[in-house]
């Protein structure tokens, strides 16, 4: 494939990706045609709507709890809604993607803003943010394969970066008179939407870049959608010349079954480096036990936790927000129960700070 035809690949995926939020896409939309194995079929399949997921779980009852018509969409794949109990809706993988009628209480949801790590002023060009020394992340999509309620990025404006084909190439521009930028990260939406054509073509044009070394990319499909880590993926990420990071998200340790392990382990022995994120979150991973079991099951997939993050406080999510003083007692029972490697940082992002701000428990 030729240098130009690669770039028109991007570029047409740019156009094309970046409004594929939650509002105005459906999941085959986001999808495309181009055949990537199963992966593509499931999204296409997902549960779309808060009635359908309270009728796949036997939860009808609890209809006038859920916002019917949120501004942020339900989107929910199959292989995580399998892990969800029927019949539970305090299950803590539901209450991650369920709707529910708080995210529109205003009370609730007073403290809460559209963009709480500062991700507008971040934006070097359309699409690229640089908050942090040598390191700059690229938004390659607005497209996600699940649509987490906490998500610090419901109410980012994706639509602005459409239909233009120039994006890619001001980033690709800004990176090369930047030579301090040694790491880019893939962020989005998910980078792992892409399918594996626009995805190698994006890497190949950023390979481009010669002074970056490292690709980082940040993604929750291998556990909610694992078929998407399939083997023209991991050719890819073996490929390639840099040195590869993926920073997985997982919150609770039902997510990673047997199939996310088996997942995980093939990135591991592809040579890729594993680490995990968590959000902390009310009603969902805000207990000792929880975390703690999370950490052993992440090791099991050879994942390391890396960051335990405060929520974001975005406008919608407040309900999940867990007090600061209980999120330090928490990283202290893990680090007397837990070796050291096993206990991730307690961090919050604070717009305008140069670095993740660590949450003393000293």
């Not at 459906?26 to 990537?36: K, L, Q, R, V």
């Not at 490292?214 to 490929?239: G, S």
């Amino acid at each position: 494939m030729t240098s130009s035809s690669k770039f028109s690949i991007i570029t047409e995926n740019i156009s094309s990706l970046y409004s594929a939020d939650a509002d105005d896409n459906s999941a085959a939309e986001i999808t495309g045609n181009n055949g990537d194995g199963g992966w593509k079929k499931e999204l296409a399949n997902a549960t779309t709507s808060a009635g359908q997921l309270l009728k796949k779980l036997q939860l009808e009852r609890y209809s006038e709890q859920i916002d019917k018509v949120p501004d942020f969409r339900c989107l929910v794949t199959d292989s995580y809604l399998r892990k969800i109990t029927a019949g539970d809706i305090d299950d803590p993988l539901l209450r991650q993607v369920l709707p529910l009628a708080e995210e529109n209480d205003r009370e609730i949801q007073l403290s809460g803003i559209t963009d709480p790590v500062g991700d507008i002023d971040a934006g070097v060009t359309r699409g690229l943010l640089q908050k942090y020394h040598g390191r700059a992340l690229l938004i390659s999509t607005g497209a996600c394969a699940i649509h987490c309620r906490y998500c610090f990025r419901r109410l980012y404006p994706y639509q602005q970066l459409a239909n233009n084909s120039s994006v890619l190439a001001e980033t690709l521009s800004y990176l090369k008179h930047h030579a301090d930028i040694d790491e880019i990260i893939l962020s989005g939406g998910d980078p792992l939407v892409l399918d594996n054509e626009k995805l190698a073509a994006l890497i190949d044009e950023l390979e481009g870049v010669p002074q970056i070394q490292t690709l980082r990319i940040h993604t929750r499909l291998p556990v909610v959608l694992p078929a998407r880590i399939d083997k023209p993926l991991l050719r890819i990420l073996q490929d390639t010349r840099f040195q590869v990071v993926m920073v997985i998200h997982a919150n609770h340790a039902r997510e990673l079954g047997e199939e996310e392990y088996h997942k995980l382990h093939q990135l591991a022995e592809s040579g890729i480096t594993l680490l995990n994120q968590s959000v902390l979150l009310k009603g969902v991973n805000d207990d000792i036990e929880t975390l703690s079991d999370l950490s052993k099951r992440l090791f099991q997939c050879r994942t390391l936790p890396y960051y335990l993050h405060l929520l974001d406080p975005v406008k919608g999510a407040m309900h999940f927000q867990v007090e600061k003083k209980t999120a330090i007692g928490l990283i202290e029972q893990m680090t007397i129960q837990l070796p050291g490697y096993l206990v991730p940082k307690l961090v919050q992002e604070i717009t305008g700070m140069k670095s993740k701000t660590a949450i003393s428990h000293i």
